[in-house]
Structures are given as C-alpha cells and as structure tokens.
C-alpha cells in the first residue's frame, strides 16, 4: 500500500483591517485627558493602549529623539 504525501497548507491570514480615523483631535486636548485617566487608573484606558494614533512627521522624530536622550534637572 503506497502512501500519498499531503502537502499542508496553512490556513490563509486574515488580514486585520484597522478602520479610519473618524475625528481629528489636537494633541492639546488630548493629552490632558490621557494623562488624567492614566493618573486615575480609569480602566477604560487600557482598552485603548493597542490602538495607534498618526502623529506628523516632525512630531515622530521629536518623540524618537526625546526617547533616546536622558532627561536634565532643570
């Protein structure tokens, strides 16, 4: 009796699709909030922290550079 090999094919990925953004908030009045939720502990926060927010390019290589550098005492 002969054995057929089988090739296995693994499942296709889903692709994940992300929806639009649907409101355009300035960092300003953002940032207010996020902070007082984190500070708070609101639990609705965590809900959010995998989603991502686009920010501008500049604003990108500020946060890059900022993360990199060691803060000074003022």
């Known amino acids: 009796m002969v054995t057929r090999l089988r090739l296995y094919k693994p499942p296709a990925e889903e692709v ?10 300035r960092l300003a009045d953002l940032l207010p909030v996020a902070a007082m939720a984190q ?14 927010v686009m ?3 500049d604003l990108y290589e500020v946060m890059q550079h900022f993360r990199g550098s060691k803060p000074t005492s003022a």
Do not use: Q
Request: hydrophobic share 35%; with cysteine.
């Open 16 to 25: 994940e699709t992300r929806p639009e953004p649907e409101v355009c908030v």
């Open 39 to 52: 500070r708070m502990n609101f639990i609705w926060l965590k809900d959010f922290l995998d989603d991502e």
């Open 55 to 57: 920010v501008s390019h």
